[in-house]
Every structure is written in C-alpha cells, then in structure tokens.
C-alpha cells in the first residue's frame, strides 16, 4: 500500500505562484510513475502532469510552460511547481501513484488539496 499527503496549497492572486508537495511512503516499490490531477466543482478529475521513475515528464496543454513536476527520490516527494496562475487552476489537486505488479495496475491518491486563484 503507497500513502500519499499532499501539501502547499492555498489562496493566490492571478498571476502568483504555489508549489505543491506530495510525500510518498508505505510500498513504493513497482510505481511507474506518479502524477498530479486536478477537480473543479462540478468537474471530472483531469490529469496535469505526470512523472516517470526515470524522469520523463508529461503535461496537459493547459499547463504547459507554467507548471513543473518533480521527484525527489531521496525525500521521497513530488512537487508541482505552479506559475502564472489562473483562475481556471482553481481546483482540488490530487497526487496519484500508479504500480503494475503481475500485469494489473493499481493507483493510490492523497487526500487532495484545494488551490484556488482569485483574479
């Protein structure tokens, strides 16, 4: 079982900048690659950004040039760094953790935490 706890988010001004963290811990062997997602009220939950264990990275076109994810394998944590903030990245953001043992893929999430951008 992989536990994850997210922290960092907050009110901020459009235009302002946040960093989410994600600190991982339980069974975090066999995760492929952990993730940033986000749900607005009323919304379905979208994928921001992903992070492979080697490094590779994948966005949503929407955050493209202005959000960073990272992985320290040594803290055990991901982070999401946010800039140029806008009111559209009011949402709840969740860290996810995908794992494939035996050919079956498995996901863990946070708790969530609420980002919201005033304009």
């Known amino acids: 079982q992989v536990q994850l706890v997210e922290s960092g988010g907050g009110l901020v001004q459009a235009g302002g900048s946040l960093r989410l963290s994600c600190a991982i811990s339980?069974?975090?062997?066999?995760?492929?690659?952990m993730g940033w997602y986000r749900q607005a009220p009323g919304k379905q939950r979208d994928l921001v950004a992903t992070v492979t264990g080697g490094g590779s990275t994948n966005y949503a076109d929407s955050v493209k040039g202005r959000f960073t994810i990272s992985r320290d394998n040594a803290k055990n944590t991901m982070y999401l760094q946010m800039n140029s903030l806008k009111p559209e990245d009011t949402a709840v953001y969740y860290c996810?953790?995908?794992?494939?043992?035996?050919?079956?893929?498995?996901?863990?999430w946070g708790q969530g935490t609420q980002v919201t951008v005033s304009s």
């Open positions: 996810n953790a995908r794992k494939i043992i035996g050919g079956v893929s498995s996901d863990s």
């Open positions: 339980g069974s975090i062997f066999s995760i492929i690659y």
